[in-house]
């Protein structure tokens, strides 16, 4: 398993890119199929309001945000 180490924002701050521990960049549609898979840890996903599949800290997960995770 991995973690999410840092993401990329666009100019309306929603995150466009995640960083992996292991240096791996992937793109939102990469994140959702390792964390549905098991592959990264700390993170789970939803259905937003527009019905659109987004990903979010897992609850409970102490000093681990995405908010709060450093920029590439």
Known sequence: MTRI???KRDEEDRIIA???EDGKVL???QCLAGIKSGEIEGLQTFTNRAGEESIKSKRGEDNYSLKDLPQL
């Open 18 to 20: 995640y960083q992996t």
């Open 27 to 29: 793109d939102h549609n």
């Open 5 to 7: 180490i840092a993401t």
